[in-house]
């Protein structure tokens, strides 16, 4: 059975400080691996990673996936007040691309 | 803004009934997946049409079922309501046919069934 396991399932910190998400995952056909950031409603996309070792940078965020040890990190540096939400994993996978998602992070970044 | 519109975003149904959501999928989008998210869970795919038919379903009975229009909107109807049915209703469109895509989201109905 498809699986994708993210840890920690919550986390808090403080403002300024760095945070490492980790999602692990077990698919047939893996297509992709992309991150998204969920605050109230719909889950918004961060990043869409393919090939292992490629990191993937924006602002403060950035991410990187190794298909060999199939798992992928979401680091977070210098963190805000507003980085406060939960990070969803999706894995893309088998031929309809449909997406398995893990439980996600809940992260709380406190003043 | 993702271009990805949903409605109604918030409903509130007795148990029993029937419900249809609505999704809008983002300009040039052929692909609509629907996913049920509960309270402090991750999303769970229910199924994902693509060019009119269904193309993939997770474990939802068939209570739950779907259609995608020729302009490539979508709903989700589901019949005979439960109460664990209330949940986020959060509607994705992608691009199929090539290899590697994003899906973006529209904002989600809450439904709430009493």
């Known amino acids: 059975e498809d699986k994708v396991v993210q840890s920690p399932l919550s986390l808090v910190v403080h403002e300024g400080d760095t945070v490492t998400l980790n999602c692990s995952y077990e698919v047939t056909n893996f297509r992709s691996l992309l991150w998204y950031k969920q605050e109230k409603k719909a889950p918004t996309f961060l990043f869409m990673l393919t090939s292992s070792g490629i990191e993937k940078k924006s602002g403060r965020l950035s991410s990187i996936l190794d298909k060999k040890e199939l798992f992928s990190i979401l680091n977070i540096t210098a963190t805000q007040t507003g980085d406060s939400a939960v990070y969803l994993c999706?894995?893309?996978?088998?031929?309809?691309?449909?997406?398995?998602w893990g439980l996600g992070t809940s992260l709380a970044v406190n003043p | 803004e993702t271009g990805v519109t949903q409605s109604p975003t918030h409903l509130i149904k007795t148990r029993g009934q029937q419900v249809t959501l609505r999704c809008s999928s983002q300009?040039?989008?052929?692909?609509v997946s629907w996913y049920q998210q509960a309270l402090g869970q991750g999303p769970q795919f229910i199924f994902q049409y693509y060019r009119e038919e269904e193309n993939g379903r997770g474990n939802f009975p068939p209570r739950f079922s779907g259609l995608q229009f020729p302009n490539y909107s979508s709903e989700l109807n589901v019949n005979a309501l439960e109460l664990d049915d209330s949940a986020l209703y959060l509607c994705?469109?992608?691009?199929?046919?090539?290899?590697?895509?994003?899906?973006?989201f529209g904002q989600g109905t809450r439904l709430t069934v009493v």
């Open positions: 994705a469109s992608s691009l199929e046919g090539t290899m590697n895509t994003e899906a973006f």
């Open positions: 999706a894995v893309g996978a088998g031929n309809n691309r449909k997406l398995i």
């Open positions: 300009s040039g989008h052929n692909t």
